[in-house]
């Protein structure tokens, strides 16, 4: 790719409605263009506080690191992305980023990309391709793993009731990385006791209000009240939160809440003992994204896999670490 061309990043592509966001910083100190980078970023929407706080890390980065940024909001459309990479391969951008709505789908306009000489940053949720050559690196938390610590957080909490346990499960986008593996991971984890069971498993879209509607839906139709909900993010479990304590019930207590993401509301819901745990999801990726894109127009290899320090947190620490939450 030619550092040195002549490019139009604002040039959208003809027909993108998409709602764009150019950013432009003073000149950017990587030194090897004498311009600021230009990078476009297809974000996947703007569903929850964790992808709010993600699309504020990456503009904020973007702006620190002096790069040219535009960004793409596909409001939860895969369609969107893909068009909002076309516009970008077509503005000739100097990188493109992109967090993936759900993992299918992606090798076509991958490989437009690697046909214009484009490389590619996968952030946040990962993507189903069989060249993996496609994109340089992927920037993104393991949500297996979140998921094992969901599993592992209940097995603790559990450990002195004999059983049977009833679960259910606020799931995320159908189809998407962290809803197929902290599903996993969680189902994985507690499989070591069977009493332990989930009854009942649906998809809530990542949000308030569907998580609420959801787990209103799931009280209505259980005889008795489920003993667990694990929410894969903290949207969905505060909309449930509304419908147990409507349903006459008390999260936390009634119900144990497990959940994903650790923005500062759930901190306050669990400072208030109404969820339990929360399974710490860092979307404060911006800066990794920036340094990544400054090292590949310096030529520099990068690791195929980056993810960020995570934690798991309970109502014990809630309190004290409430305020130091960043989103
Ligand atoms: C996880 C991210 C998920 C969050 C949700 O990295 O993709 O999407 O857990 C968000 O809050 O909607």
Redesign the pocket.
């Known amino acids: 790719m030619s550092a040195g061309s002549s490019r139009d990043p604002t040039a959208s592509a003809a027909g993108t409605a998409v709602p764009r966001e150019i950013q432009t910083a003073p000149p950017d100190d990587s030194g090897k263009l004498g311009r600021p980078i230009v990078l476009g970023f297809s974000q996947?929407?703007s569903?929850?506080?964790?992808?709010r706080a993600?699309t504020k890390s990456i503009q904020e980065a973007a702006a620190e690191a002096g790069m040219t940024l535009t960004l793409e909001n596909a409001e939860q459309s895969q369609e969107k992305q893909i068009e909002a990479i076309r516009s970008f391969i077509k503005s000739k951008v100097d990188v493109i980023a992109f967090?993936p709505v759900i993992q299918s789908g992606w090798e076509p306009i991958l490989k437009e990309a690697k046909q214009a000489g484009i490389p590619v940053i996968l952030t946040?949720?990962a993507v189903d391709v069989q060249d993996s050559s496609l994109y340089v690196t992927f920037i993104?938390?393991d949500?297996y793993e979140e998921g094992v610590k969901a599993g592992k957080y209940l097995l603790d909490k559990m450990r002195d009731k004999p059983g049977p346990v009833r679960i259910v499960e606020l799931a995320?986008?159908v189809g998407?990385?962290?809803s197929i593996d902290r599903g996993q991971g969680f189902r994985d984890t507690i499989a070591s006791r069977p009493e332990l069971t989930i009854v009942r498993s649906a998809p809530a879209d990542?949000t308030f209000e569907k998580g609420k509607t959801v787990m209103a839906d799931f009280l209505r139709k259980e005889k008795e009240p489920p003993q667990v909900l694990f929410a894969?993010?903290?949207?969905m479990a505060l909309g449930a939160i509304e419908a147990i304590e409507e349903a006459g019930l008390k999260p936390g207590k009634d119900i144990v809440i497990i959940s994903?993401?650790g923005t500062r509301k759930a901190f306050e819901m669990m400072a208030k003992g109404k969820i339990n745990s929360v399974v710490e999801?860092n979307?404060l990726l911006g800066p990794m994204i920036m340094q990544a894109a400054k090292e590949i127009m310096q030529g520099r290899t990068l690791p195929k896999r980056i993810a960020p320090p995570e934690s798991v947190f309970t109502e014990e620490m809630a309190a004290k670490e409430v305020d130091n939450r960043k989103y």
């Open positions: 996947l929407g569903e929850s506080d964790w992808r993600n967090a946040d949720r993104g938390s949500f995320g986008t998407s990385s962290p990542f894969h993010n903290d949207d994903v993401d999801c979307p």
